[in-house]
């Protein structure tokens, strides 16, 4: 292969590590039935609307006696946003597959879920595999967002199945994609298609976890990424002791990225959006603590420090997240309204919105700055989500405190010097070479995945548990997807979907920044993790997040 760099061609020998007990593969499993299942609330709508996949037991493999599978062609879709270790999932379940039978096929839809709609595919083979194992990134086959809901999408995702004699699909994806799994399982067996349908859980969010899923693919290697940026950053500060750094890091709703990222590297001042939401901190009541910890810091002679924001903050400070929903649901018509949207006057645009939010809203709307209030208005995801990734609020943090910081000086306050930077950890972060731990953790769901459409299941999720411990004694199985769904509303109205797992407060993880903030606000105690290491001593290789190990802790002492 050509054009390689020599991490790339190192990376490409790796041979990620499988639970034993599909190490015999596929034709030698058993599988073992817990009881009955419930979706996690809002029961009697979430069983009406699956009706023929509600309930369906968890499941577990061991390696069992020799056993013939069926030949089977399997369509694989990669979707939402790009998460490392993606590449491995796909070379996994391509391996299962193949080693079972090999005249099984694998075709790769193109773009995300709307290549299945759209017939655009591609059939893998050992080369095309070969150049992609344990890279990161999604361009083996490319992802995209498109919801599937509708009964033309089926219909034709349906069409194409029967044209390539696909009997399974398996889609990749986080809480939303695998929301599209679940319908899509639903519909195909409501309409006897024999087509069977498994996720594996994707998202450096962290989001989707519960009992059964102890973390998505992508979250071990991406905070490690965010965890290197950071650390570095920190040693800049220390170094040049000038410069306020205000670093906000992604994860869409939920603040487990920022949460673990901080773990690892001891910042001043780490925001956590559920906590704001819980304690119903107002915008100007987190202004009010960071300049707290800032003005403390001057007096110590410290005019730098590390900020970590999440996200989603925005979305969770109670008079926004009120607001963003007034506004989600009057986006829906705007954004139809040619009126609206060939308005090029951004002024004109704010009244508009301000007329039509109700009162409260839009006085929250009209205090923010410009600029925020045009990034509130883009486009909303397939999925209704407003994209906060455009949001720029570690630069919303900075003009308001600035300006509190200028109201205290005014009244006479020793303020020191507020020189800032700004910065945004995200897609740095989601196509890394995917650790050791994500390597092997990916590679063993896809395999997973053909586990579960060897017994026959659909509309389950992909599940390898037991994560802290070596990989050989990680314990494969699935999770029906319904039991994880709930009621929401989007886009205006209620629909089904998988419930986000949000950073537990009375947990171990939050627990740890809690009980040392204090601390790391005005000693700095920086941690520098550096860069991940994929060759050399286990103690390094092959450390999980603390977010996963102290999870588990807990998990462990309350067993
Ligand atoms: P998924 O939930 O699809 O895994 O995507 C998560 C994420 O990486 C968020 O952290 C971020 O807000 C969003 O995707 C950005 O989306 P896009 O890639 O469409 O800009």
């Given at each position: 292969m050509k054009n390689l760099s020599p991490l790339q061609s190192e990376r490409l020998k790796y041979q990620p590590k499988l639970p034993t007990s599909l190490s015999n593969g596929v034709n030698s499993l058993e599988m073992t039935e817990g009881s009955a299942t419930q979706s996690v609330a809002d029961q009697a709508q979430i069983q009406k609307l699956f009706a023929n996949t509600y309930g369906k037991p968890v499941v577990t493999f061991n390696s069992g006696a020799s056993r013939s599978v069926s030949q089977t062609n399997v369509g694989v879709i990669l979707s939402g946003g790009q998460a490392p270790g993606g590449h491995n999932v796909i070379a996994g379940l391509y391996d299962a597959l193949k080693q079972s039978n090999s005249s099984n096929k694998l075709y790769g839809f193109l773009g995300g879920p709307s290549g299945i709609i759209d017939g655009k595919y591609v059939e893998f083979d050992d080369e095309f595999i070969n150049a992609y194992?344990?890279?990161?990134?999604?361009?083996?086959?490319g992802s995209g967002r498109t919801k599937l809901e509708t009964e033309e999408q089926f219909q034709k995702s349906w069409a194409v199945c029967k044209k390539l004699n696909i009997s399974a699909v398996v889609i990749i994806g986080g809480d939303d994609s695998n929301t599209n799994a679940a319908m899509l399982a639903e519909w195909f067996v409501k309409h006897n298609a024999n087509i069977q349908v498994i996720g594996c859980p994707k998202t450096?969010?962290?989001?989707?976890?519960n009992d059964q899923i102890e973390i998505s693919f992508g979250f071990d290697t991406a905070t490690k990424t965010y965890g290197e940026l950071i650390g570095n950053i920190e040693r800049d500060a220390n170094s040049a002791k000038k410069y306020w750094h205000f670093v906000k890091i992604m994860?869409?709703?939920?603040s487990h990225v920022a949460l673990e990222a901080a773990l690892q590297t001891q910042p001043n001042i780490t925001l956590i959006s559920e906590e704001v939401e819980q304690n119903k901190m107002s915008l100007n009541s987190i202004i009010e603590y960071m300049t707290e910890i800032i003005v403390k810091r001057a007096n110590m002679g410290k005019n730098f420090g590390i900020v970590v924001v999440p996200e989603g903050l925005i979305e969770f400070i109670p008079e926004m997240k009120t607001m963003i929903a007034n506004l989600n649901d009057i986006m829906k018509d705007l954004e139809q309204d040619p009126a609206f949207t060939n308005t090029t006057s951004t002024r004109e645009k704010f009244d508009v919105v301000e007329n039509r939010l109700d009162d409260k809203n839009a006085e929250v709307y009209e205090s923010l700055p410009a600029l925020i209030k045009s990034q509130l208005l883009m486009d909303r995801d397939p999925?209704?989500?407003?994209?906060?990734?455009?949001?720029?609020t570690e630069k919303l943090l900075i003009a308001m405190i600035k300006s509190r910081l200028e109201e205290l000086k005014s009244q006479g306050e020793y303020i020191g010097k507020f020189s800032t930077q700004a910065h945004f950890f995200g897609y740095e972060g989601?196509?890394?070479?995917?650790?050791n731990f994500d390597a092997d953790y990916c590679y063993s769901l896809g395999y997973n995945a053909y586990a579960l459409i060897s017994f026959g299941l659909t509309g389950y999720l992909s599940s390898v548990k037991n994560?802290?411990?070596?990989a050989s004694e990680w314990v494969a199985g699935g999770v029906p997807l319904t039991m994880m769904m709930n009621m929401e509303r989007r886009n205006g109205e209620m629909k089904p979907v998988i419930k986000k797992a949000l950073?537990?407060?009375?947990?171990?993880v939050f627990k740890k920044l809690q009980d040392n903030r204090e601390d790391w606000a005005l000693n700095d105690r920086y941690l520098f993790p550096g860069a991940i290491q994929y060759f050399g001593p286990s103690s390094v290789c092959d450390i999980t997040t603390q977010t996963l190990a102290l999870e588990k802790s807990k998990e462990l002492v309350n067993a």
């Open positions: 194992r344990n890279t990161g990134g999604f361009d083996i086959i450096i969010d962290g989001d989707l976890k994860g869409r709703s939920a999925h209704g989500n407003v994209q906060v990734s455009k949001i720029e989601r196509c890394a070479f995917p650790s994560l802290t411990s070596p950073v537990e407060l009375n947990g171990p």
